[in-house]
């Protein structure tokens, strides 16, 4: 397992951006972004393996993008044309025991886990 840690979260308006960042404390397999809303289950948004395969849910395609600088170990999500619905906790996940590949859309699929970033988009 690695330890990880989010920053970037905030409060924008729709149709706004934000970058979400990552850091491992050691290499990873992939890693990725879920979001959790109140009284939600907690839902895959994007992954990145390998340092350029990338994953995206279909609600997220065309508007957000996952990139990964693997000399930092640190994975990154830009996040554009924001909507409300997008408003949850964002959690960073980090596959180190190569389920991923087998689908990285699956939170069983991630053995670490970042304490999360809250984004808010207002309307």
């Known amino acids: 397992q690695v330890q990880l840690v989010e920053s970037g979260g905030g409060l924008v308006q729709a149709g706004g951006s934000l970058r979400l960042s990552c850091t491992a404390s050691g290499r990873t397999h992939a890693m990725g972004w879920f979001r959790q809303a109140p009284g939600k289950e907690r839902e895959f948004v994007a992954a990145i393996r390998l340092g350029d395969l990338t994953y995206y849910s279909n609600g997220v395609r065309g508007r957000f993008t996952i990139s990964s600088d693997n000399a930092k170990n640190t994975v990154y999500l830009q996040m554009n044309s924001l909507q409300v619905e997008d408003t949850a906790a964002y959690y960073c996940?980090?596959?180190?025991?190569?389920?991923?590949?087998?689908?990285?859309?699956?939170?069983?699929?991630?053995?670490?886990w970042g304490q999360g970033t809250q984004v808010t988009v207002s309307s």
């Open positions: 996940a980090a596959d180190t025991s190569y389920y991923c590949a087998q689908n990285c859309r699956d939170v069983i699929a991630y053995s670490s």
